[in-house]
């Protein structure tokens, strides 16, 4: 299959031009001005358009069974809507349940993601610990592909890390060459404020982020920041959606810390008005953790990407329809929490991002997949429009306009955080492996087309983390 794409402007993280791409064998085989077409090739003509690597979302939960049940939106379906919005790669995550043999979980991890019509890959989840996971964290990284290991601080009773998970994984990431990311929300302040407030009375959705204020965000993130500085690990914050973990992490960069951040269009977009909505089923689509916050926070978390202290965005898309959020009528703490939008992410970011100013489409490009290539080890195979590269690739119509709808949308379900937001800029095109999977509104995808991708450990990190610690050893004091 070879295609051409012809008369667009590429746009990297670092550079804009005309150029034409030339995809091949899965790869970027020329760039160029004016590239003739080989024989056989499909045209597809990009004029006036932008070609840009496909998106990739670093923090989806396709098919994940939480909070007694499991996510609607499997692995088939949900790599297809991401193509469908110019994602061409998800990163996973293996969640195994506490006690549950890692390498068990991470084998019915990929066999779920079999059918993925996009490549994909996996951090693993550190939910427990003895020498059995510190064994198959360690196979995992020499033998499977994984570079990242997560640790949730919260959901105490079920899969939260404490402390003592926590330096013990820590600590053998950095001896692995792997980086650390944490949920990062004080899970027993958050158990207590739940039994408070439902006990005051407060039983429905609008008891959810009473139960999560921004504090109980902030102590986490600076508490999982400190225990990597003290054990000089790498460690990258999901779904930041506050200002108080935003400036956890900004002091930690000043300070010179490897620290990385990671925002949802969600959070960026949506504000906790939704769980006042007296409606059960509107309110309770949203409840997410952490959950949406003010507009101030919001306006906070614009400004950390704008200035480079959160570099990347994602979905944490985690589908729960109408039927299972009714699991929490009566107690919000029953509710499954997840929301979705990896069909929507691009487009949302494009339209508030690009178009009003705040991101260049440089800019665009480094959120959206660059920078989470970057930071996970896989790029410039990911992430990038260049020769060699992966043919990952979405052509954007800065033109196309359309209104986001659960009735019109292609996620497996019913509810979509975005309903009636139009935005303007969208994907007419996307490829995945130089095969054109999207096309003017059609899918076009094969059940297990999608790839695992491998994620090599970063020596080179590890390198300059080494030399660093050395010159801060402490020296005996001589008496
Ligand atoms: O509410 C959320 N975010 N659900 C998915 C699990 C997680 O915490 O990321
Ligand atoms: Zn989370
Ligand atoms: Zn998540």
Aim: glycine share 8%.
């Amino acid at each position: 299959m070879t295609v051409l794409i012809k008369g667009g402007t590429v746009v990297t993280a670092e550079h804009t031009w005309r150029a034409d791409v030339l995809c091949a064998e899965g790869k970027i085989q020329a760039i160029g001005a004016a590239l003739d077409a080989p024989s056989g090739a499909n045209v597809v003509d990009a004029g006036g358009q932008y070609v840009m690597p496909g998106g990739i979302d670093p923090h989806t939960h396709m098919q994940l069974p939480f909070m007694g049940t499991v996510a609607s939106e499997d692995f088939e379906t949900g790599t297809a809507a991401g193509l469908a919005g110019g994602t061409t790669m998800i990163i996973d995550f293996v969640i195994p349940n506490p006690q549950q043999n890692v390498m068990e979980a991470y084998n019915q991890w990929r066999e779920w993601a079999e059918k993925s019509v996009s490549d994909y890959s996996f951090h693993v989840a550190i939910t427990w610990w003895d020498d059995t996971v510190a064994a198959d964290m360690e196979t995992l990284v020499k033998e499977k592909g994984v570079n990242s290991f997560k640790h949730f601080m919260a959901y105490k009773g079920a899969i939260m890390a404490d402390d003592e998970i926590l330096v013990n994984s820590f600590s053998k990431a950095i001896e692995l060459g792997a980086i650390v990311t944490c949920h990062a929300e004080n899970g027993e302040l958050v158990y207590r404020l739940q039994q408070k407030i439902f006990d005051m009375g407060i039983t429905g959705p609008e008891g959810h982020p009473l139960s999560r204020p921004p504090e109980v965000e902030g102590e986490a993130a600076n508490r999982a920041i400190r225990i990597a500085e003290v054990l000089g690990v790498p460690i990258y914050l999901v779904h930041n959606s506050c200002r108080q973990s935003l400036e956890a992490i900004t002091r930690a960069r000043n300070e010179g810390q490897r620290v990385y951040g990671e925002v949802l269009a969600g959070h960026l977009l949506v504000d906790d008005s939704v769980y006042r909505d007296p409606d059960f089923e509107s309110a309770a689509a949203h409840v997410m953790s952490p959950p949406f916050r003010s507009k101030d926070h919001q306006t906070a978390l614009w400004h950390g990407l704008q200035s480079g202290n959160l570099q990347t965005t994602a979905t944490d898309h985690c589908c729960f329809c109408a039927d299972q959020k009714a699991a929490g009528k009566d107690d919000f703490r029953l509710i499954p929490n997840g929301t979705a939008g990896v069909e929507n992410r691009m487009e949302v970011l494009w339209h508030h991002g690009v178009s009003t100013g705040r991101l260049t489409m440089n800019e665009f490009v480094a959120i959206t997949s660059a920078n989470a290539a970057k930071i996970f080890n896989i790029f410039p195979r990911k992430g990038n429009i260049a020769v060699g590269a992966d043919a990952d690739i979405v052509i954007w119509d800065p033109e196309a306009t359309k209104t986001i709808s659960a009735k019109t949308h292609m996620q497996q379900i019913d509810f979509n955080i975005f309903e009636g937001m139009t935005v303007k800029g969208g994907a007419s095109h996307t490829l995945s492996q130089g095969k054109v999977v999207f096309a003017n509104g059609a899918l076009n995808v094969e059940k297990g087309a999608g790839r695992y991708v491998d994620r090599p450990p970063f020596a080179t990190y590890y390198d300059a983390i080494a030399k660093r610690t050395a010159h801060k050893a402490p020296t005996a004091v001589k008496r």
